[in-house]
């Protein structure tokens, strides 16, 4: 029993014990399937860095792409999505990297440890290592940016990144961003993220690289980021961050390149960024710095290998500090305003490849030191400008536009270009234009076998272009334009195979050279050229020709734009040879057989030579082979007719330009086949017949210039078809009829010259509607009608009415240079003009400055009255004659020609003066006076006339003016106005005189340099007194001026004073041997008895020189100074000055400053001498001669001088002073 139980119990503990096991093993089983369900929760849980990244993704607001699709939360972790890397042990995000241009194409490359840090150098050293011109820096805004992160990216050149997909982000950058705690790497580049820097990214210790470039961040860039120890490339280009560049970026200790170009950061370079040793890679550009450039910033060991501070305000010299960088290759500090000269230290640069400091406002000579620069590439000295405005002018991607090639001053160097420069044995672009250069262009070409780029434009190199140049075979693009180069060219230096070839605006001769059968030696490098000209001039694969043709009216300096494509084999070709002495005919071959072919728009100039012969029609095979053809042979001696039949297929024809020429013939109706045809210059010539009727289908004409010419007929009614048509100008031919209602239809007409010819009838009303009229000029024809329509001409101004007129007098622009110019005189309109047309004149222009007139005046405008009235029924007896005649006064075409009295080194024709004047354009006119306008002109590159239009009708007919003007020209004094030449004919009359930039002494003396000193003042004086002597007393026949005033004295460089205008006088009127009987002169100026008896004697001259003297010592006007009138409301400056001598108060006629500069004792003798040259009486003023000479008038020392003054006699006693005194200062 007790067995039984035993064993019973044991069967029960046994029950008990496997019980207890199952519960424990299926406790293990629970525990097991839980832990195992906790591991797939956070299996599947995205990682933290993930989550940071999507809180990225939430501030992107546009993405067009779909780039960041797939980043989601169904991974558990972000390795795999696009621009993402992660470590392949950690997962841990270690770069982010999103290229809005390649957004769709970013690779996924798995886990990575990030770049590698030599890649800095690698990608530095590589731009300049290879060619230097292929940079990619060029798709930068600034044209100036750093390395990325990955040098692929870095060598991909404009035009691959051009082709990629653009796919940018827009939105702003997280916060959040800063918690990727491993991130190594942060490249969001491209895209267009705005908001601010965030600050959190200063957390990020292992970064290496920062690379935000090519965004819209904004604000300050923050000083936390100098808490990134680690960081090796920064690049924040092209963003709009403004503030300084904080100090704390020199706690970035490993920081190899410091990219911030293209923002608009203020205030100073840190000099403690010198400190960075390490630095390799240091860009500014395009900022808004200022002050000097820290020499602290190149210490003893300093590594930069690509320094640029371009275009920013930097001011003071160029450190010579700059010479320690030994391992330098790029150094760019153009556009800014640097003074002083180049550091003869930067010779020490060994490994210097680019080097560029146009436009700043450097100076002295260029140091030859620059030679030792052995591996020097690319030296860039100066920039070359022209106008800043732009239009579009012709079809397509052809533009006109006046391009400036940088801002701010050019550099304006002294002496030769150091020879050394020119056997560096890599040089490949050498650019100095306007560069302030001489000396004989150099002769010697030995090492130039790299050189492609050569231009040294606008300067004053002398002699000859030697055969040695030939030797430069890889040169494409060579500009010596607007020197003073002389000789033949040398045959073996070819255009025909440069893109660029440009030898216009010097004076060389003979026959053009290098036109035959030449085969060219290699194809034209077509990216590798454009790459250079992005580099060196900026404008981003934009070439640029100067046109050298000018519209009729306005001579600017035009450029011909192509859009390049670098996906494409063509490029534009330009080659000039204009304004030269070139003779012989027109070569048949153009282009070099190598070069043709990659010929996208040819652009070819010859004119202002003296070429001859006929133009071949195998002059236009190249229409097959080009886009666009443009061509210029204006102004030579060309003759024979026009080959339409081939101009008549040459579809790619857009400018033809043939003006100045002896071209005869009629315009065939070929022309109006030239649907390309923008620009059709044929003026000047001797063409006949009548205008084709299919002008209208010219779609694209825009500039239609056919003046001077024997055309006739009536105007036909297609022309109003050529919608595009901007100028118009059919001036000085034969044309008749009435206008056709149609020109109504040309919305885009600017300017319309239908001047001298034999139009009648009305004039169509739908014309004045025409907004878009700028200048008309009607002139000369018979039209007929009332002008009532110009009350739609909304800034047409008159400046003076003819009462009871058939005949409108003339109109011009007011002082505040009104829009719109119309002239419409000469012809047969009914009543008077609209009040609403003259509405506009400024207040008070026909008011008298004097509010009340003394007895003097009142005879003098009594005179005048009774002279005008003369004048007026002369006038109508003369418009009566015309009447009867009609044509009597547009004299019929003619060669015109310019007498020259002086050998000058270049063409000087009719048609080159009228075109420099821009057909005598406001915006050349200088002055205006009563014989006439004063045009400013420029003959040649740096050789400026002033040109002065005479009023016709004021002066004698065209055999007596020849006569005294011959006269006229034989005069020659130092201190009189050159007269170089001028042309006299019925219908036009003008006089060339030499050009003087600091104006005239007008306009000195009441502006702000009216500050002169006294040596200035009596040197004036001086100088004009010996001028005036000179016309008085050695001139035979003897010459009085008549009209001495200020605005006729003019000031060279040196303010030395010359005395214009001198002489024209005499053109009035007949001339006699002491005085003259007619009226010139300005009011406030003329002598009374002048004023009074209209008998002019030398003494007349004398009291306006008086005049003259005292406006010189007090800076006061003649007539109408405010310091007069606490006197009385009809002083003038000589009564202001004696009254004030009689009150003892002398001092107070002298300018602020002048007196205190003393001495005083000469300041009272020079004002003495002023009123005693100003007196009434004839026989106490001292002639002009007695005023240099310092000789007393009678030989009566201590002689009181009477001086009347509005009626009132005052005796001034002069302190016993004699006039050889009086006279002595000078």
């Known amino acids: 029993m007790t067995c039984a139980t035993n064993r019973v119990v044991g069967e029960t503990r046994t029950v008990r014990l496997g019980s207890t096991a199952t519960q424990k093993s299926s406790a293990c089983c629970l525990v097991y399937l839980v832990f195992l369900v906790t591991l797939l929760d956070l299996g599947l849980a ?25 980043w989601n939360e169904t991974h558990s972790h972000p390795c795999n999505w696009r621009g993402v890397t992660c470590d392949a042990n950690s997962l841990r995000v270690v770069s982010l ?40 820096l060029v798709s930068s805004r600034d044209g100036s940016g750093p390395p990325n992160s990955s040098l692929r990216q870095v060598l991909s050149t404009p035009g691959e990144a051009g082709n990629s997909v653009r796919c940018p982000l827009s939105g702003t950058l997280s916060p959040e961003i800063g918690n990727l705690s491993e991130l190594r790497t942060l490249s969001i580049i491209y895209n267009k993220i705005t908001g601010e820097v965030p600050r959190e990214l200063a957390k990020l210790e292992f970064l290496h690289t920062l690379d935000l470039q090519s965004n819209s961040l904004n604000g300050r860039l923050p000083r936390e980021l100098g808490q990134l120890r680690e960081l090796r490339v920064l690049n924040l280009n092209n963003n709009v961050l403004k503030g300084h560049i904080p100090r704390e970026l020199t706690f970035c200790r490993k920081l190899r390149s410091l990219s911030l170009a293209g923002n608009e950061l203020t205030g100073t370079v840190p000099p403690s960024l010198g400190s960075l040793q390490q630095l390799e890679w240091l860009g500014l550009s395009s900022n808004q710095l200022a002050g000097t450039i820290p020499s602290e910033l190149t210490p003893l060991r300093c590594k930069l290998i690509f320094l640029d501070l371009s275009r920013n305000g930097f001011t003071g010299s160029i450190p010579s500090e700059l010479g320690n960088c030994g391992r330098l290759r790029w150094l760019s500090l153009n556009s800014n305003s640097l003074s002083g000269s180049i550091p003869p230290e930067l010779g020490r640069l060994s490994s210097l490849k680019y080097l560029q400091v146009a436009v700043n406002q450097l100076s002295g000579h260029i140091p030859p030191q620059l030679a030792r620069c052995q591996r020097l590439e690319v030296l860039v000295l100066s920039g070359q400008s022209a106008s800043r405005s732009s239009r579009k002018d012709a079809p397509g991607s052809w533009t006109r536009r006046s391009v400036r090639l940088g801002s701010g001053e050019n550099n304006r160097f002294e002496g030769r270009l150091p020879e050394g420069l020119i056997f560096l044995p890599v040089m490949r672009v050498l650019w100095a234009p306007r560069a302030g250069l001489l000396g004989t262009f150099p002769r010697v070409w030995g090492a130039c076998s790299n050189l492609e780029i050569l231009n040294l434009a606008q300067n004053a190199f002398t002699g000859e272009v030697h055969e040695g140049l030939s030797r430069c075979k890889k040169l494409i693009y060579l500009d010596v334009s607007s020197n003073q180069l002389s000789g033949s060219f040398p045959p073996r230096v070819s255009g ?4 660029v070839f440009n030898v216009s605006r010097n004076m060389f001769s003979g026959r053009l050279p290098g036109l035959s059968s030449l085969e060219c030696a290699k194809p034209m490098p077509v ?17 640029n020709r ?37 003779a012989g005919t027109i070569p048949l071959s153009l282009l070099g057989t190598g070069i043709s072919e990659c010929v996208s728009t040819y652009s070819l100039s010859m004119a202002g030579n003296q070429l001859t012969g006929t133009i071949s029609p195998h002059l236009f095979d190249v229409c097959d082979k080009v886009r666009g053809f443009a061509v210029d042979f204006s102004v030579n001696k060309l003759t024979g007719l026009l080959p339409s039949a081939v101009l008549g297929k040459c579809a790619s024809l857009v400018e033809f330009l043939a003006a100045g020429n002896d071209f005869t013939g009629e315009l065939s109706a070929e022309f109006g086949e030239l649907k390309n045809l923008a620009r059709l210059d044929l003026s000047n010539n001797h063409l006949q017949g009548n205008l084709p009727s299919n002008l209208g289908k010219m779609e694209s004409l825009k500039v239609l210039l056919l003046a001077q010419n024997e055309l006739c007929g009536s105007l036909p009614t297609s022309l109003g078809h050529a919608r595009s048509l901007q100028v118009l100008d059919l001036s000085h031919n034969a044309f008749s009829g009435t206008l056709p209602e149609e020109l109504s239809s040309l919305r885009q007409l600017q300017k319309l010259y239908l001047n001298h010819n034999r139009f009648d009838g009305l004039i169509p009303a739908g014309l004045c509607s025409l907004s878009s009229l700028v200048e008309v000029n009607l002139s000369c024809n018979t039209f007929s009608g009332s002008v009532t329509w110009l009350r739609n001409m909304d800034s047409v101004t008159f400046t003076r009415r003819v009462g009871g007129n058939p005949m409108i007098q003339g109109c011009e622009v007011t002082s505040e240079l009104s829009r719109r110019l119309l002239q419409s005189t000469m012809n047969n309109y009914l009543g008077g003009v609209p009040p609403d047309s003259v509405s506009q004149m400024p207040p008070g222009f026909f008011e008298v400055q004097n509010r009340r007139l003394s007895s003097i005046l009142i005879a003098a405008i009594t005179s005048g009255c009774a002279i005008a009235l003369v004048l007026l029924v002369l006038g109508i007896l003369f418009q009566c004659t015309r009447q009867r005649s009609p044509t009597s006064h547009c004299p019929t075409p003619g060669r015109k020609e310019v007498v020259t009295f002086m050998t000058i080194h270049c063409q000087m024709t009719y048609e080159s003066v009228v075109r420099a004047t821009g057909n005598f354009s406001i915006d050349n006119l200088i002055g205006n006076g009563g014989f006439g306008a004063t045009y400013k002109a420029e003959l040649r590159p740096g050789f400026l006339v002033a040109v002065k239009r005479l009023a016709i009708g004021r002066f004698q007919g065209v055999q007596q003016f020849d006569t005294e003007i011959r006269t006229l020209g034989r005069i020659r004094h130092p201190n009189l106005v050159t007269l170089i030449g001028y042309h006299a004919s019925q219908d036009e009359m003008f006089l060339i005189y030499n050009y003087f930039p600091q104006g005239n002494l007008e306009t000195l003396i009441h502006s702000e340099r009216g500050d002169m000193d006294w040596h200035t003042r009596h040197s004036i004086a001086l100088r004009i007194a010996e001028a005036l002597a000179y016309l008085h007393d050695e001139c035979v026949p003897r010459v009085l001026h008549r009209d001495i005033k200020p605005s006729n004295i003019l000031l060279d460089d040196n303010l030395n004073a010359h005395l214009s205008d001198f002489g024209l006088a005499r053109l009035l009127g007949t001339s006699e041997t002491h005085a003259t009987t007619d009226v010139a002169g300005t009011f406030g100026y003329v002598a009374p008895e002048y004023a ?6 030398d003494k007349a001259d004398v009291y306006s020189y008086g005049v003259v003297l005292l406006e010189l010592l007090s800076n006061k006007r003649a007539l109408g100074d405010p310091s007069f009138f606490e006197f009385g409301d009809s002083f003038n400056i000589v009564s ?12 107070e006629v002298f300018t602020v400053g002048l007196w205190e500069q003393g001495p005083e004792d000469t300041l009272l003798e020079t004002l003495k001498l002023a009123v005693l040259c100003t007196v009434d009486s004839l026989s106490i003023r001292p002639s002009m001669k007695q005023v240099v000479n310092g000789n007393s008038p009678r030989g009566q020392p201590g002689r009181r001088i009477d001086i009347v003054l509005e009626n009132s006699l005052f005796v001034l006693d002069l302190l016993n002073v004699t006039f050889e005194d009086a006279s002595s200062f000078f």
């Open 496 to 499: 025909r195979c440069m893109v």
């Open 1136 to 1147: 202001w000055a004696c009254l004030l001598i009689r009150q003892e108060r002398a001092h």
């Open 546 to 582: 100067e046109a050298l043709s000018c519209t009729h009216h306005r001579c600017t300096l035009l450029w011909a734009t192509h859009n390049y494509s670098p996906t494409s084999c063509k490029t534009d070709v330009v080659h000039d040879w204009s304004f030269n002495q070139f």
């Open 97 to 136: 990297n999103i290229d809005g241009r390649q957004a769709g194409l970013v690779e996924r490359n798995g886990a990575s440890s990030g770049p590698d840090l030599t890649e800095v150098e690698a990608t530095a050293s590589s731009v300049v290592n290879g060619s230097v011109l292929s940079s990619p």
């Open 46 to 70: 995205l990682s933290s860095d993930g989550l940071h990244l999507l809180s990225f993704k939430r501030g992107i607001t546009l993405d067009t792409c779909n780039v960041l699709a797939d």
């Open 1092 to 1097: 009074m008896t209209c008998r002019v004697t």
């Open 527 to 543: 990216k590798d050229f454009y790459n250079h000209i992005t580099w060196s001039l900026l404008l981003r694969h934009t070439l």
